[in-house]
């Protein structure tokens, strides 16, 4: 019996309960005090568990709450022989089918030849934004409440009204440690929260903050590249669902705001370096402190290249701008000590933390790994969300180092700075980090989306087959509704084998847009009830630094 794995799914063990002895037809009691769990076999056979007792002898028979079963492999055989039956078919016929696909295709081609034209973007802006909205909203109210937004929400709003970083002393008071998502990650769950008291208006609040940041980050990249932003404009709106994970952006969790400035840090580097090396700073230590793993892995690359002390002393100037400025506060609000004791702190914690896998261990590395897939979230993910953190980074890097000349014709050199930064994260995620928290991924997975729009955008590549791989990487993130991945590859493959003259990006756009629009424009239809933003916490509207605000908060469901 592995009592790990009983406890990651069922919870911590009750002192009253015996799970070493059940009796094989042991008839379970009901217990008050258990949350039932929706269990499953192989084979698909569900059962509720009512007591710990009784789940316990569930999950060591094999039964898990989100378990691969029999039809879930017949379903992704089913859709995989159905696709190559489909390439069987237009190959085999694809003289009849062309002569038809033609006429078809001149009756549609003038909607994403047009999809540059501002008269299109004026038409498409405001039906996709109130899908977005309507989406938001609807997940904002669903959310169940996490103490980790309770805990950035409270520091942030202190910090923008009188520079107190507090979330409480059962957190460790003011500039804790344990305050991992900086600033940066819900300036507009700030904003939200001062205006409305409500967390629902919060979170979307949150949201807008994300897209607007990306959006100033698209107009530099308009100025320094003097390219055609259209498309990064309209899928502004839609790439952040398809990060893993992406309701983190409505908890206010630092890890999508602080990708999203140390990705872009990446392609302004050698456009505007010192603005770059700022952002870099500023995404580690007013966002995340976990993007210093990326940045080690980008700047160590480019700086074994260049082997050039005087840039690397300008560097390091910059760099201490962001750094020097929060240490500065620090200094002063610090409970326990001055800088130098919060940046020891720091260390210790960091090191101490479950997450970061560099506590002392007598396991070895490869012990460990095998250790912490058996335990860790990841044996709850689906079989999407593994394809997706662990299949497609592998890909993406491989086309990077392929393709690395051409990228760096564009961009100047970064093909290879960019595939450490993706590198380093990816390498710590699977091998070091033992809790495989998925929020965690986006250390990598934010680089990979938003590169993918880039090189996209740009049009930067010439190669069908490139421009049919990128399509289809960007879309295998799709999070709503997964059937539609397999149809898109099929009508991207069929949309390029058609075009014998030039590689129609044009269409390509067309489709990414449509299709990830389409995937939250779904919901809108199937639910029954609409969000409502309204209800606020009557304990937050006076103190939300306070004990009776936070256990409201979190029974707020």
Not at 37 to 49: K, P, R, S
Not at 178 to 190: F, M, N, Y
Request: positive net charge; hydrophobic residues 50%; charged residues 15%.
């Amino acid at each position: 019996m592995n009592l790990e794995i009983i406890q990651t799914f069922c919870g911590k063990q009750p002192p009253d309960s015996d799970i070493t002895n059940i009796a094989e037809n042991t008839i379970f009691k009901v217990d008050p005090n258990f949350t039932p769990i929706n269990l499953y076999d192989f084979w698909g056979n569900a059962a509720t568990v009512n007591s710990y007792v009784e789940c316990a002898n569930y999950v060591n028979g094999g039964w898990r709450p989100l378990k691969t079963t029999f039809f879930d492999i017949l379903e992704i055989i089913g859709i995989g022989t159905l696709s190559a039956f489909l390439l069987f078919v237009v190959f085999k016929y694809r003289k009849n089918i062309k002569i038809h696909f033609k006429t078809v295709i001149k009756k549609v081609k003038i909607l994403p030849s047009r999809i540059n034209s501002r008269h299109l973007i004026v038409t498409i802006f405001p039906i996709q934004a109130f899908f977005v909205f309507d989406y938001i909203r609807t997940k904002s109210v669903r959310l169940p409440s996490f103490i980790d937004e309770y805990i950035t929400l409270t520091s942030n709003v202190g910090f923008f009204k009188t520079l107190n970083y507090n979330a409480g002393s059962e957190f460790g008071g003011n500039y804790s440690v344990q305050l991992t998502s900086g600033p940066i990650s819900d300036i507009g769950g700030v904003i939200g929260w001062i205006l409305s008291d409500s967390i629902y208006i919060s979170r979307v609040s949150n949201f807008l903050w994300i897209y607007f940041l990306q959006l100033i980050f698209i107009y530099i990249l308009k100025k320094v590249y003097f390219k055609k932003i259209d498309f990064l404009f309209l899928v502004n709106g839609l790439f952040i669902f398809l990060i893993p994970w992406w309701i983190g952006a409505l908890y206010g969790i630092g890890e999508i705001a602080s990708m999203v400035v140390f990705t872009n840090a990446i392609y302004l580097f050698h456009k505007n370096r010192n603005f770059s090396i700022i952002l870099f700073a500023i995404s580690i230590f007013f966002g995340k402190y976990l993007t210093l793993v990326g940045f080690v892995g980008f700047y160590l690359s480019q700086i074994l290249r260049e082997k050039n002390i005087r840039k690397i002393n300008n560097d390091f100037f910059y760099f201490l701008i962001p750094v020097v400025t929060w240490l500065a506060i620090v200094n002063f609000k610090y409970e326990n000590g001055n800088a130098f004791d919060y940046i020891r702190d720091q260390i210790n914690f960091i090191f101490g933390h479950q997450s970061s896998g560099l506590k002392e261990s007598d396991t070895s590395l490869v012990d460990g790994f095998v250790s912490s897939i058996s335990v860790s979230e990841f044996i709850n993910w689906n079989d999407y969300e593994k394809i997706r953190v662990l299949i497609i980074p592998i890909i993406f890097m491989l086309f990077i180092l392929k393709n690395r000349e051409r990228i760096n014709n564009l961009f100047g050199y970064i093909a290879l700075p960019l595939f450490y930064s993706i590198l380093l994260p990816y390498c710590w995620f699977w091998i070091i980090n033992p809790t495989k928290w998925i929020r965690l991924s986006q250390h990598f997975t934010v680089v990979i989306i938003i590169s993918l729009i880039y090189f996209i955008n740009f049009e930067l590549f010439e190669s069908r087959f490139n421009l049919a791989l990128l399509a289809i990487l960007l879309i295998q993130f799709i999070d709503n509704n997964k059937s539609f991945i397999p149809i898109f590859v099929v009508v991207i493959l069929i949309a390029l084998y058609f075009k014998k003259d030039n590689l129609s990006y044009q269409k390509i756009k067309f489709l990414i847009f449509v299709i990830i629009l389409i995937d939250i424009m779904i919901p809108y239809f199937e639910k029954t009830t609409f969000g409502n933003l309204s209800p606020v916490i009557e304990e937050c509207q006076t103190v939300l630094l306070s004990s009776d605000c936070k256990n409201a908060y979190m029974t707020n469901n």
